[in-house]
């Protein structure tokens, strides 16, 4: 049993981790609804449902989104999401989703713990990090009031590409990491590729006296591979935009007014507390207490550690209006939406700092740090769970079907849909298109659900009260890219606010259309 514990233990307890972090999810059999959970569970679902009629590939938001033909997939990458389609097909969609987080959270504990034991040949250096990092507030953030599983996964892939990364100046070819987990994030959040290439970029001038020719040329053959192997993604976004603009995301506010109060952030970290609002994001306590502890690299002489604990300063920095961010406001940098997204470069900095100082620390007080983790990252879970009233749970399935195919965005409709509208007042509103209201010879008309059948890139509608024999034109409540079709007779063609106008000459007052969509 020793033996098994000597050479097992660490994965056994990074296990337990993940255990504890799920039990009360499990236990609950529910889905907390967070900021952005309803967005991915759309995302899901659009996906599963393709899979069902024998699609590999998902549909353009006809069975999801409201049914309203939004491109959200084609714009947002979603290969990892693939897991959790395939979990739906084996469980109901509660246990599946809550499931697939269980995997994702386990695989990062793990990813963390073998990227870091390859860099420092020390497995209580890559355990201390993996436990550190991924109890963090802010990765808690992600998978729980926050809901967005696709920053997650790419904050699970950081290590790997900070391993890669680290290798470029060795003589191993595990800097090939460094290219194959961009690659992953860039197929999971684009966004995060921005980050996470600002990140090394940092990194890079900090360490330019290593730079040598061999290091350059890997950098290049890096940036080769992932550009070749996102192409496809790349071509297909460019493509979709091509035929017409389309609203990116948005934010309510200034970038300025959605930084952090310095205060609020310390306060909120110190009390481990979830955040019931964007401006409630924070580091959480086991990272702020590493942080601190980390300033006492300062006294040793490893440039190495001194960097990230810099860095790690730096990007907290970043993330609060002491930063002036109204000065980038109208520049491409506006494209972070929220400058506390820099929280988890900090945390990944501060957490690997703090790893490496105590790896000489005795398997005793390694196990208390575990422990001490564990248990504030259980408590934070349980306040998410049961102490945050004011979100709504799933708790069955009937529920989950409603809330995963009628989310309400505005994120990716064509331009010209919030025409006349102030984007920021009627950000994720309730328009005409999501009410389904069509335009038939002039007067508007509310289709019924009976009247609408989502299909795989297309939506079948039943419409009355034509005239027969007559030119017909009406605006059906589905955006248009540029690229919408009928059977032929039929001229289709985009609204001046991105909806479908078709014209037609019926052969009886009710008719079934059916619009492509792509």
Request: proline share 4%; with cysteine.
């Amino acid at each position: 049993m020793i033996k098994i514990y000597k050479k097992y233990g660490y994965p056994i307890l990074l296990v337990i981790n993940a255990l504890l972090l799920y039990v009360y999810l499990f236990k609950a059999k529910v889905i907390p609804l967070g900021w952005d959970t309803q967005f991915h569970l759309n995302r899901i679902e659009e996906l599963y449902r393709s899979i069902q009629t024998g699609h590999v590939f998902s549909s353009t938001g006809t069975y999801t989104f409201s049914s309203i033909g939004l491109a959200i997939n084609r714009f947002y990458p979603y290969l990892f999401l693939y897991l959790f389609a395939i979990l739906r097909f084996i469980f109901n969609p509660i246990i599946a989703y809550n499931l697939g987080c269980f995997i994702l959270t386990l695989a990062s504990l793990f990813i963390s713990y073998f990227s870091v034991r390859s860099l420092t040949k020390s497995n209580k250096t890559a355990f201390l990090f993996s436990i550190i990092y991924n109890n963090s507030g802010y990765l808690l953030l992600q998978i729980s009031m926050r809901g967005d599983i696709a920053e997650y996964i790419a904050l699970i892939l950081l290590p790997l590409i900070f391993v890669g990364y680290k290798k470029l100046f060795s003589s191993s070819y595990q800097w090939l990491w460094l290219p194959l987990g961009m690659i992953l994030v860039c197929y999971t959040h684009i966004l995060s590729v921005v980050l996470f290439t600002f990140f090394l970029l940092c990194l890079f001038v900090l360490e330019y006296n290593k730079i040598t020719l061999l290091v350059i040329k890997r950098l290049l053959i890096s940036i080769g591979i992932t550009t070749v192997f996102c192409l496809p993604l790349l071509v297909t976004m460019l493509r979709a935009r091509s035929r017409t603009s389309v609203i990116i995301p948005i934010v309510p506010d200034v970038l300025i007014n959605e930084a952090l109060s310095p205060s609020n952030l310390l306060l909120n970290s110190l009390n481990n507390a979830s955040p019931n609002n964007l401006l409630d994001v924070n580091l959480g306590l086991v990272v702020t207490i590493v942080s601190v502890f980390g300033i006492s690299v300062f006294r040793l002489k490893n440039q190495n550690l001194i960097n990230l604990e810099c860095l790690g300063i730096f990007f907290v920095v970043l993330s609060t209006n002491i930063f002036p961010w109204f000065v980038f406001q109208n520049t491409p940098l506006n494209v972070i939406q929220f400058p506390w997204r820099f929280l988890g470069l900090a945390t990944f900095c501060f957490s690997l700092v703090f790893a490496k100082l105590c790896s000489t620390k005795t398997n005793w007080i390694i196990s208390m740090v575990w422990l001490i983790a564990c248990m504030i990252s259980f408590t934070y879970m349980h306040q998410y769970i049961y102490n945050s009233q004011a979100i709504q749970k799933i708790d069955n399935i009937s529920l989950y079907r409603k809330i995963a195919t009628n989310a309400v965005y505005t994120d990716y409709m064509p331009s010209g849909a919030l025409n006349g509208m102030n984007k920021s007042k009627v950000f994720r509103s309730r328009l005409n298109i999501h009410k389904h209201v069509a335009n038939v010879n002039g007067k508007n008309i509310q289709l019924s659900e009976k009247n609408i059948v989502p299909k795989y890139n297309s939506i079948q509608y039943r419409l009355n009260g034509l005239k027969k024999g007559k030119v017909n034109k009406i605006i059906l409540p589905v955006l248009n890219y540029g690229e919408n079709h009928s059977v032929s007779g039929i001229k289709v063609k985009p609204s001046t606010n991105g909806e479908t106008v078709i014209t037609f000459v019926p052969k009886r007052s009710t008719q079934v259309i059916d619009i492509y969509v792509k």
